[in-house]
């Protein structure tokens, strides 16, 4: 059997059977396989010591990452080799390659590397890397793709300036200084009439999915005035 034999695979055999008259008889039969099918499952990063705790690398930041290993087969492999590699110039990996001793059937393993953030990498970007396992003829590669840090728009430096916003509508959004969310600085809507909008927008290239967040306060007339929430035009 070849060292990368498939798991709960029918492996179809023909039985050829000959006689010293040269008669002849022939059958076959089936063997299911039983092998170890190796699974590079979800991710986890600790920065509780080397940043800030929120899970996320930053600039600068030593950080721990955890990945979730899983022998999905049918049959124990031994000596697992497992490592990490960046494929971008923003992240080091500080950890050795590292072996599992024996990933069994019943409860995952989780390998941990801690990696090197550069203190010049851009915000928002997300940084591939690739975590490989091999043991006994048998391999996995898991690709990931885990953030630099999150774009942040506070309004704190009193103007649009931040990134590239743009409005439209009839009257342009405006940043004031009462009652903000947080800070000293929020946006606000124009102040419109009947029949009219006022819309703050941004064009954003990304690189994979991902969620925006924000706070919000309206105040408008019922049935009449709405706040509406578009991402590519959806």
């Known amino acids: 059997l070849a060292d990368n034999l498939p798991d709960q695979m029918d492996m179809t055999f023909d039985l050829v059977v000959t006689d010293q ?7 076959n039969f089936k063997v299911l396989s039983y092998a170890p099918n190796l699974s590079a499952e979800d991710l986890t990063i600790n920065d509780d010591e080397g940043g800030n705790g929120n899970g996320i690398l930053d600039p600068g930041e030593t950080a721990i990452m955890t990945f979730k290993t899983k022998n999905t087969g049918h049959c124990i ?79 704190e430096t009193g103007d649009f300036s931040k990134y590239e916003w743009l409005s439209d509508g009839d009257t342009p959004w405006e940043i004031i200084t009462e009652y903000p969310f947080e800070g000293f600085y929020h946006a606000a809507s124009g102040n419109i009439g009947d029949n009219q909008t006022s819309e703050l927008k941004i064009q954003y290239e990304v690189m994979g999915n991902d969620s925006i967040r924000f706070e919000r306060k309206v105040s408008t007339e019922a049935d009449y005035d709405y706040l509406i929430f578009f991402i590519h035009n959806n």
């Open 77 to 155: 492999i031994e000596n697992v080799t497992a490592g990490l590699q960046p494929y971008n110039q923003y992240i080091t990996v500080l950890s050795a390659d590292t072996t599992l001793p024996t990933l069994g059937l019943l409860m995952p393993c989780y390998t941990s590397f801690q990696v090197e953030v550069d203190e010049n990498a851009p915000e928002g970007i997300f940084a591939e890397m690739q975590y490989e396992i091999s043991g006994a003829g048998y391999s996995e590669m898991g690709i990931y793709y885990p953030k630099i840090t999150q774009l942040v728009e506070d309004w």
């Open 21 to 27: 008259n040269d008669y002849t008889w022939t059958s």
